[in-house]
Each structure stands twice: as C-alpha cells, then as structure tokens.
C-alpha cells in the first residue's frame, strides 16, 4: 500500500462513517419530532388539565422545556412537529417506529 493509498482510504472511511451518522441522526430527530407532535396532540384531546393552558399550551410547553435546558423546542418549532404529527397519523400504528422510544406504546393514534 502506498501512503497516497492509505490516506484516500482513511478518507473515505472518514466520509462514509459521517455519511451514516448524519443519516442516522437525521432519521432519529425526524422521529422524535413526530412523537413531541403526537404527544401534544394526544394531551389536547386528552389531557385532564389542558383548560388550565388554554390557547397557551404550545408557548408553556416551550417555555417549562427551556427552563429545563432543552434546546430546539421553541414554539415555533412544537408547532411544526405537531403539523407534522397530523400530517403523518399513520406513523402512531407503526411498529418499528412505536419500538423506537420508551414509553410510546402509551401513545393512541389519533
């Protein structure tokens, strides 16, 4: 093997790996954002306590996450996962996706 060789092939390996990651991560957030919508969803259908928020529930909800330091969850954002979640409702009945995380079997389609 020449140098040349190895270093275009550390390269590649580099490239192909980040490839992978970036799909992967991609893949995961595309689903945890679909599961924040659905959850949103199912608690205004659902939630015993939801007249206490009112119209405000998606700015509360941004508002306790971020004084919990989650980043990336503004109002903004909540409200397209939750386009999202309404958007795609047959995901709720996916088991592959409903495997993904912990506690979603919990989650009724909608």
Known sequence: MKY???INDISN?????????ERAI?????????????YIIEYEQN?????AYGT?????????LKS????GLSDRNLKN???????????????NISAFLPGSARLKPY
Do not use: C, M
Not at 58 to 63: G, M, Q, R, S, Y
């Open 81 to 95: 996962f939750r386009q999202f979640a309404l958007a795609y409702p047959a995901l709720a009945k996916d088991e």
């Open 13 to 21: 390996i580099n490239n192909s790996t980040l490839t992978t990651v």
């Open 26 to 38: 991609n893949k995961t957030l595309t689903i945890r954002n679909w599961f924040i919508g659905a």
């Open 56 to 64: 405000q529930l998606i700015k509360n909800i941004a508002e306790d």
């Open 4 to 6: 040349e060789e190895l």
């Open 68 to 71: 919990r330091k989650i980043e």
């Open 47 to 51: 939630g015993v306590d939801r007249a």
